[in-house]
């Protein structure tokens, strides 16, 4: 596990923007619970990796264009209804990713979409991993994957020739 640290977040938003700008929300997987929520991202063209997705295993929001105040942990967010959050991640469908930054003091996922909507996901837990996104199953050892880990940590794995 890496402590956040300026260098270790920039590497990990290199990461994240590399394989994620310019994709677009294409799907839900329904998680084992209302806790877990596996959405897909696509990129539609000449651009690998294409299929991403992003594991959210923490509480989670959209936000208006121009909000610059983002809660610090999951005690500062509101209980969303399963409903609720699977209407906030349609109204998002086929939305391209336009910027992707962390939380300074935690990993904090911000993607920001075309439109100017935050898709916002606590990265602050002292026990539990928040949230994973990447490319692959984790088999090949040439994937991309970042990870919020536990007490505000984050790790990260890229192919070599990045």
């Given at each position: 596990m890496i402590q956040l640290n300026a260098e270790h977040i920039k590497y990990a938003e290199k990461i994240l923007s590399h394989i994620f700008i310019g994709s677009q929300l294409d799907g839900v997987k329904f998680g084992p619970g209302p806790a877990a929520l596996l959405i897909r991202f696509e990129h539609y063209g000449n651009h690998s990796p294409d299929q991403l997705w992003?594991?959210?295993?923490?509480?989670?929001?959209?936000?208006p264009k121009n909000t610059y105040d983002f809660p610090n942990s999951e005690n500062?967010?509101?209980?969303?209804?399963?409903?609720?959050?699977?209407?906030?991640?349609?109204?998002?469908?086929?939305?391209?990713?336009?910027?992707?930054?962390?939380?300074k003091l935690a990993p904090h996922l911000h993607i920001e979409f075309e439109s100017g909507k935050t898709l916002f996901v606590n990265g602050h837990h002292h026990k539990f991993e928040c949230w994973q996104a990447?490319?692959?199953?984790?088999?090949?050892?040439?994937?991309?994957?970042?990870?919020?880990?536990?007490?505000?940590g984050i790790s990260m794995w890229a192919p070599q020739s990045f």
């Open positions: 992003l594991n959210i295993e923490s509480k989670w929001g959209v936000y500062e967010m509101s209980e969303l209804s399963e409903e609720h959050e699977y209407k906030l991640i349609f109204e998002l469908r086929r939305e391209k990713v336009a910027n992707i930054k962390l939380g990447g490319d692959g199953l984790g088999y090949s050892g040439d994937e991309w994957l970042v990870v919020a880990t536990p007490g505000d």
